[in-house]
T-cell receptor
Framework: NAGVTQTPKFQVLKTGQSMTLQCAQD?????MYWYRQDPGMGLRLIYY???????DKGEVPNGYNVSRLNKREFSLRLESAAPSQTSVYFC????????????FGPGTRLTVT | GQQLNQSPQSMFIQEGEDVSMNCTSS?????WLWYKQEPGEGPVLLIA?????ELTSNGRLTAQFGITRKDSFLNISASIPSDVGIYFC???????????FGTGTRLKVLA
C-alpha cells in the first residue's frame, strides 16, 4: 500500500516549456488535490477534484490545468512554465471532499529557469 | 484571501521541554487539522478536531479546538529530537470545504 505517489521527484524546466506532474493514490479515495508550497509558506490549493469526473479551481489556479484521469490518478499540467511557478508541488487525497483528513504525497520539486 | 496565522513562527527548545503553539483565524472553522512536515517530505496528519472545545491527544501531542472556533492549539510534551519539523494547522473555513493552511511553526529540538 503505497499511499499517494508523485512523479517526478525533481524537475528543471526552461521558461515556456510544458510538463505534466503525475499523482496516483491506492487508498480508493474519491477526492484529490494539488497544492504548491513556496519557501517559508504554507500550502496553497491549486486545483482539486471532489470525485472522478469533476475538477474545480482552488486559490491559485492561474497557469495550471488538471485532469482527473480515473479514480486513482490526478495530473497537473503547466502549459508554459514561468519562473513564478518554481515551487514544491504536493498531491493529496481524501476519502471525500467533506472528509477533511488529507494524505499527502512526497512532493515534486520544480525549478523554472 | 483568508489566512491562518500561526505563532510562534519558529522555536528552539531543549529536549524534554514541553512545546505550545497556536493557530488563529479571522473566520470561523468547523474543523481543525494539525500536520507535521519533515524536510523533503509531504505533510503528515497528526490530529483532527471536529467540535468547539474538543481536546484530542495522539501520544505526546494534544490539540484543542478553541471555543470561539477561530483558533486551535497544539501542545507537545517532553519533546524529543524526532519532533523536529514544521507544524501546520489547516482546515476549511465555515461555509466552504476548500482547505487553507497556516503559515507554519518551525520546531528545532536541541539534544
Amino acid at each position: 500500500n503505497a499511499g499517494v505517489t508523485q512523479t517526478p521527484k525533481f524537475q528543471v524546466l526552461k521558461t515556456g516549456q510544458s510538463m505534466t506532474l503525475q499523482c496516483a493514490q491506492d487508498m480508493n479515495h474519491n477526492s484529490m488535490y494539488w497544492y504548491r508550497q513556496d519557501p517559508g509558506m504554507g500550502l496553497r490549493l491549486i486545483y482539486y477534484s471532489a470525485s472522478e469526473g469533476t475538477t474545480d479551481k482552488g486559490e491559485v489556479p492561474n497557469g495550471y490545468n488538471v485532469s482527473r484521469l480515473n479514480k486513482r490518478e490526478f495530473s497537473l499540467r503547466l502549459e508554459s512554465a514561468a519562473p513564478s511557478q518554481t515551487s514544491v508541488y504536493f498531491c493529496a487525497s481524501s476519502l471525500g471532499d467533506r472528509d477533511y483528513e488529507q494524505y499527502f504525497g512526497p512532493g515534486t520539486r520544480l525549478t523554472v529557469t | 484571501g483568508q489566512q491562518l496565522n500561526q505563532s510562534p513562527q519558529s522555536m528552539f527548545i531543549q529536549e524534554g521541554e514541553d512545546v505550545s503553539m497556536n493557530c488563529t483565524s479571522s473566520s470561523i472553522f468547523n474543523t481543525w487539522l494539525w500536520y507535521k512536515q519533515e524536510p523533503g517530505e509531504g505533510p503528515v496528519l497528526l490530529i483532527a478536531l471536529y467540535k468547539a472545545g474538543e481536546l484530542t491527544s495522539n501520544g505526546r501531542l494534544t490539540a484543542q479546538f478553541g471555543i470561539t472556533r477561530k483558533d486551535s492549539f497544539l501542545n507537545i510534551s517532553a519533546s524529543i529530537p524526532s519532533d523536529v519539523g514544521i507544524y501546520f494547522c489547516a482546515g476549511p473555513p465555515s461555509g466552504t470545504y476548500k482547505y487553507i493552511f497556516g503559515t507554519g511553526t518551525r520546531l528545532k529540538v536541541l539534544a
